[in-house]
Every structure is written in C-alpha cells, then in structure tokens.
C-alpha cells in the first residue's frame, strides 16, 4: 500500500506552467520575458552609426583645426626667425667699428661708395654731414646676436639685397 501512495501523489503533482511558454534561458532573449521586466526596443543601427559618425566628424574637425592653428603659429614664428637671420647676415656684412650692444636700436646705412655702415645716429640726426649717406634701416640687437627690424626705408628690402 506504501507504494501506492507514492505513485498517487507523483500523478497528483501537476505542473501548472506550460513548458511550450517558458523560456530555458531567458537572459539571452532580445526582449523582456516576464511582465514586469524592462521593455527592450531594438534600435535603429543607422540612426545610431549615423550619430556617431557626425560625433566624430565633428571632434576630428575641431581637433585638426587646432592643430592647424598651432602649425599657422609655428609657419608665423618661423618666417620671423628667417626674416632675423636674413637681416642679421646682412648686417654682419658692414662695417662695423663699434661693439652693438644687446636690445640697443642701431641704423644702417649706404654710403657714396655703395658700402654698409651701421651707426648709433638716426637718420634725421646727421644734419649736412650725413647727406652723403642713404638710410636703409634701423635694427635691434636681440640677446640671441640676431637683429630685430625696427624702421626701415620702403624702396629697401633685405630680401632682394641678400638674393
């Protein structure tokens, strides 16, 4: 009889929920499987490329604008070295019967005979005696031995003189 009773109450136990609508892994479905669980809506993958492409045109352009300006910058600061060496292997090339001292103004001229001359006088201080001299430019003398362009006569240019 014991044995009877045991078969009696596995018959008895009657599973309620329908195995055809229970899910044996239910994190791996792509939407939620219980009512209260999180509603999942599939996205649209073009909407979501076609955000993050413009994020990183718009962050890539930004960057390579600023990259941009940094190298405008350093072009800038180049081409001032360069106009400094220029001036300054020109003005090496006069007679020069003085020390230049550093961040001192100094004026350069041409003389009657076509030679250079740098000297501690302006071009409106020489007066008569200086009527023989063309005035080219007044310069600078930086710490670093190269000549800063202070003035400089129009119809001159260092440029042309050194080619």
């Known amino acids: 009889m014991s044995m009877t009773n045991n078969e009696d109450k596995k018959k008895k136990i009657v599973n309620p929920i329908d195995i055809d609508k229970i899910a044996i892994n239910p994190h791996l479905l792509p939407y939620a ?9 599939p996205e649209d993958k073009g909407k979501l490329k076609g955000r993050a492409l413009s994020a990183m ?5 930004m960057q390579l604008s600023q990259i941009y300006e940094q190298m405008q910058l350093l072009a800038t600061q180049a081409q001032k070295i360069q106009t400094r060496k220029v001036i300054s292997d020109y003005i090496y090339q006069t007679e020069l019967r003085f020390e230049p001292l550093i961040n001192h103004v ?3 001229y041409k003389k009657a005979d076509q030679k250079l001359m740098l000297s501690l006088i302006e071009k409106n201080a020489w007066g008569k005696s ?3 001299l063309h005035f080219l430019a007044s310069v600078k003398l930086l710490a670093d031995h190269t ?6 006569d129009p119809d001159f240019d260092f440029f042309e003189q050194n080619s």
């Open 33 to 41: 499987h219980s009512v209260g669980g999180a509603s999942i809506k």
């Open 57 to 61: 045109n718009q962050q890539t352009d």
């Open 106 to 108: 100094y004026h350069l």
């Open 130 to 132: 200086g009527s023989s």
């Open 147 to 152: 000549w800063e362009l202070i003035d400089q």
